[in-house]
Each structure stands twice: as structure tokens, then as C-alpha cells.
């Protein structure tokens, strides 16, 4: 299975350095030490600190004074907080925290620190593909083993024990000390996967809504990883199989023809759902929209694709207009950039939400109609969902006014919103809703309810990026150029390369 995500936040002890061992040794010998110490002035007789079952469960992954609070609960010890100035030979729990952390310094001096290189030599190679990463770790030495190790600066942010302490983040269970590293590496916790080995980093992964909570085997077991908040298990980040979300140049992007062997063949491994969008990929882009069609060729060539794998075309244009134009009956449509769907045996979708908002358009269309009529070659298509502004037969000097009275008009009703696409304002409600959406509800639905289908989107525009982006287990396709940067992974040149693409895969 293929992950898609554009940030990695990855815990340092256990993952990136073997401190987690270095960790355990050092709490092991404060609480054997203290508990002796207990036993010798007449308190509860002596029971030793176990690495294998006190370690993960009371202090693993934990704030340092976190730990020492939750394990004396667990021996029914209760000791007054202190302060962090305390001396390690105080009986307190910042004392016994601060002992603890002047035994890890002299292990780590003795015996150095030990990395991951199998993870580090992934990282390395998820970063040069574009993996946006951090580092994040409950422990106030993070800096300092970073260093170490000459690894200060593979990161793009830290968020570690200091930087907590500081900023008042919460401790694992709790997610805040990831989310504060998604916030630094300004992506939100659905497009980052966390990486963690103790069980509440795994917790506080799931509590967060990450995209992906990878737990390392390494201490708490693979059950134990998935059974708190792991979406996978493994022994190193070499078995994880990400896909980059990041933006490139379309001229950058190898092209799908050239590449048809490889991909063939990843399509024989996983059998793919074909996202088709229509103008610009099907069919050419002309003067007036409504002279769009497929050529016969290009109709011939989708409908024996469409017999051997299953088939959506989503575009743009309303959906009645863009099924007569692909004219094929057993494939899905989206139309209305994803606001109406429909397929074979009478399934059809519309956006509920969106439907509320379709008086606006009344109102609003006129409104446009009387406030653009004295520009030459603007041109309106209303669809049920959407409403477009074409501009392309216009002189390229109106282009700023048509935007100009268009964003006013607009700014009186909120729940519309303006789109961009080629020579055209598109205008549509204004809710968290695309061709990206539309490709997960028909996923869904022809991927025999899996999400993670395997699945190939074929588009031109920038509407399409919503769906190269959102786009999970495949790839996506640019055909041209639209002039931004994209989320796909291939491109093709125009249309006639994508008749050649598709004709190929028959
Ligand atoms: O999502 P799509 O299927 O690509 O549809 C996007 C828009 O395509 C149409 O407009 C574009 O193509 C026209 C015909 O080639 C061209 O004249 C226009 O300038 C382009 O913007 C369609 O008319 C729109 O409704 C679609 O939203």
C-alpha cells in the first residue's frame, strides 16, 4: 500500500537514535537507586525497575517529570513536585527526574550514541524527494544527541523537551507536541505521517488525526503498536512505501509515454480505476465551449478502455452536457467540478449542501450578466452546480475587468466563490467540495467500497490539481501546461499523446 503525505514528524528516541535503550538504563538505575534508598530507611521492601514492562508503560516516550509521577503510582509513592532547579538528591519528583537525567548524560558519554541507519539513510532519501520532515521528543537532550550525531541539521523544525517547556506544549498521550511540529512545517496533521516507537506516541498519532501512524518494533510490540492508534507496524522505514506530495514544474514531470513499459507493468500489479477529465484531455480546447467534442478515434479508444477497466470522467462542464458529450452509458460521470455524480444502474450523487445554495445563482447571474454585457466576447454557461464566465473571445486587455467586476459582484455573497480555470471564471458554492471529492465518493463506490483503490487521473487544468493532490495509491497525469505548479506525477504533451497513452494500455 502506497501512503500519500507531503511532511514526516519523526520521534528521536527509538527512532532516529537507539537512546530509547540508553533511556531505560538510566531510569532503571535512578528507581533502583532510589527504591533501595527507600527500603534502607525503613520504607516498602525493595522491588527492582523492569525494562520490559515499567519502561513502556510508565515512562516511555513521556515528559522526564511525567514519568517519575506515573511510575511511583504505580508503587503508590506520592512525592511533592519540586522544582526543576531541584538537586538530584532531593525526594522530589523533579529531583528523581533531574537524577535521572545526569545518568543518561554519563551513559551517553561512556558508550556515545548509536543511530538508526536504516531510517536515517530513508529519511535522507524521502527529503531529497521532497518529504517536508521534523523531529520531535519529549526529551529536554534532543539538541544535544542531535549534535551528537551530526544530524542537527537534517531537520526543517524540532519541537523537543525545551522547546515544550517553553511553549507549554502537552506530553505524549496527548498529540500537541506533533501537531506543533505540523504547524512549523506548515501542513496539517491529514497530510503528515508521525513515526514512533513507544506506545503513547502511537496514541497521541491516532488523537491527532494524522494521516499515517507508523510505529517502529523496537521495545512495545507490532500488536501492541496497532492496537494503540499504529496504522502500520515495521521493523524499519524502509518497508514503509510513501508517495511525496509535492508541488513540481509540469516541464519537470517525466513523461507517461516514454514511461509506458513501467507503468504497464505497475498496472498489471494493480489493476486501476481511470479518472478521465474532459476539455483539454479528451477533448481539444476550442474557441467556443460549446464545440467541444471527442474525436471518434479518442470515443473509440475510451469506450475499450472503459471494457477493461472501470471508468469516471469528471469535469467541469454540468453533467447532463459532459455525458452527451463522452456519450458512453456504463462508465461514471462527475460534473459540475464534482457537485453531481452519476453512473450505471441509476446511481447519481448531488451535493446536498450545494443544492441549498442554487437560489444564490438566481440572484446572482443577472447581477454578473448586467455588470459584464459591455465587455465584447464574454460568454456565460450555467450549469446545474456551477456557473462559468468564459473570457477567451475576449480582448486580453477586458481580462483584468472581467475579474475585477466579477470579485465585486461576489464579495456580496458569501457562499459563492470564485474558481480559476483556462480563459473561464468558474463560480461555485462556496464549501469544502472539488473533482478531489468526487474521485474519494467514486472510489468508494467503484472501487467496490475501497478507499485506497488504485487509481490513475488524467487532467489538464487547475482544477484538476484538487484532485492530483487528494489523489491516494496512484498517479496522477498532466496533460500541458496549465502554468502552475502540480501535484502530478507525469504528464503528457496534449491531447493526441493522451489518445496514444491510452491506446497503448488497450
Ligand atoms: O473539467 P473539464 O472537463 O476540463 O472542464 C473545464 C471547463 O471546460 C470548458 O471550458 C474550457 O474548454 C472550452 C472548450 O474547449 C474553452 O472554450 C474554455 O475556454 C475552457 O475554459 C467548459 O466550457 C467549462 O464548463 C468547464 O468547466
Redesign the pocket.
Known amino acids: 500500500m502506497e501512503y500519500s503525505v507531503k511532511a514526516g514528524i519523526f520521534d528521536l528516541d527509538g527512532v532516529i537514535t537507539k537512546t530509547a535503550r540508553q533511556h531505560a538504563k538510566a531510569w532503571k538505575r535512578m528507581f533502583d537507586e532510589y527504591n533501595e534508598e527507600r527500603e534502607d530507611s525503613g520504607k516498602e521492601p525493595f522491588k527492582s525497575f523492569s525494562i520490559e514492562e515499567d519502561y513502556p508503560k510508565y515512562v516511555d516516550g513521556i515528559p522526564r517529570y511525567d514519568g517519575v509521577r506515573e511510575f511511583l503510582r504505580s508503587r503508590n509513592i506520592d512525592l511533592p513536585k519540586g522544582s526543576p532547579d531541584d538537586d538530584p538528591h532531593r525526594e522530589t519528583i523533579c529531583g528523581l527526574g533531574n537524577r535521572k537525567n545526569r545518568l543518561l548524560l554519563e551513559i551517553i558519554k561512556d558508550e556515545g550514541v548509536e543511530v538508526f541507519r536504516k531510517n536515517i539513510n530513508q529519511i535522507k532519501q524521502w527529503k531529497a524527494d521532497g518529504l517536508r520532515i521534523a523531529v520531535i521528543s519529549s526529551s529536554k537532550n534532543c539538541r544535544q544527541i542531535l549534535q551528537s550525531t551530526g544530524l542537527e541539521d537534517m531537520f526543517e523544525a524540532r519541537v523537543d523537551g525545551v522547546v515544550s517547556q517553553e511553549r507549554n506544549i502537552k506530553g505524549k498521550p496527548e498529540p500537541d507536541i506533533f501537531l506543533e511540529a505540523a504547524k512549523e512545517l506548515g501542513v496539517s496533521p491529514e497530510e503528515a505521517m508521525i513515526v514512533e516507537d513507544a506506545i503513547a506516541g502511537t496514541q497521541a498519532g491516532k488523537k491527532g488525526n494524522f494521516k499515517l501512524v507508523t510505529g517502529i518494533i523496537n521495545g512495545a510490540t507490532k500488536e501492541e503498536l496497532l492496537q494503540n492508534g499504529a496504522d502500520i507496524a515495521v521493523n524499519s522505514l524502509e518497508e514503509v512505501n510513501l508517495k511525496i506530495k509535492n508541488l513540481r514544474s509540469p516541464a519537470a514531470l517525466p513523461s507517461a509515454v516514454k514511461n509506458i513499459e513501467q507503468l504497464k507493468s505497475r498496472f498489471k500489479e494493480h489493476k486501476p480505476l481511470f479518472f478521465l477529465?474532459?476539455?483539454?484531455?479528451?477533448?481539444?480546447?476550442?474557441?467556443?465551449?460549446?464545440?467541444?467534442a471527442m474525436d471518434p478515434e479518442m470515443k473509440n479508444i475510451v469506450e475499450k478502455l472503459a471494457s477493461e477497466y472501470k471508468i469516471a470522467?469528471?469535469?467541469?462542464?454540468?453533467l447532463s452536457?459532459?455525458k452527451k458529450r463522452v456519450g458512453l452509458e456504463n462508465i461514471y460521470y462527475a460534473g459540475s467540478?464534482g457537485f453531481e455524480i452519476s453512473g450505471p444502474g441509476n446511481f447519481s450523487k448531488d451535493n446536498e449542501e450545494a443544492k441549498k445554495i442554487l437560489p444564490v445563482f438566481e440572484k446572482t447571474e443577472p447581477v454578473l450578466k448586467e455588470r459584464l454585457k459591455h465587455i465584447q466576447g464574454v460568454e456565460f454557461?450555467r450549469?446545474k452546480f456551477?456557473l462559468?464566465i468564459?473570457y477567451?473571445q475576449a480582448a486580453g486587455s477586458a481580462e483584468e475587468e472581467v475579474h475585477r467586476i466579477t470579485e465585486e459582484v461576489l464579495a456580496k455573497h458569501k457562499q459563492l466563490k470564485i474558481g480559476e480555470?483556462?480563459?473561464?471564471i468558474?463560480i461555485r458554492p462556496n464549501l469544502e467540495w472539488d473533482?478531489g471529492k468526487a474521485v474519494e465518493i467514486l472510489k468508494m463506490k467503484i472501487g467496490n467500497s475501497e478507499t485506497a483503490a488504485y487509481s490513475v487521473y488524467i487532467?489538464?487544468?487547475v482544477?484538476?490539481e484538487d484532485a492530483f493532490e487528494t489523489l491516494e495509491n496512484g498517479l496522477g497525469i498532466l496533460v500541458g501546461d496549465h502554468g502552475k505548479e502540480t501535484y502530478a506525477d507525469f504528464r503528457l504533451k496534449d491531447v493526441e499523446e493522451v489518445k496514444e497513452f491510452l491506446s497503448k494500455l488497450l
Open positions: 477529465d474532459f476539455d483539454g484531455t479528451l477533448a481539444p480546447i476550442v474557441t467556443h465551449h460549446q464545440d467541444a470522467v469528471i469535469s467541469g462542464r454540468g452536457d459532459v467540478h454557461e450549469k456551477t462559468a468564459h477567451r480555470g483556462k480563459k473561464v468558474e473533482k487532467g489538464d487544468d482544477t484538476d
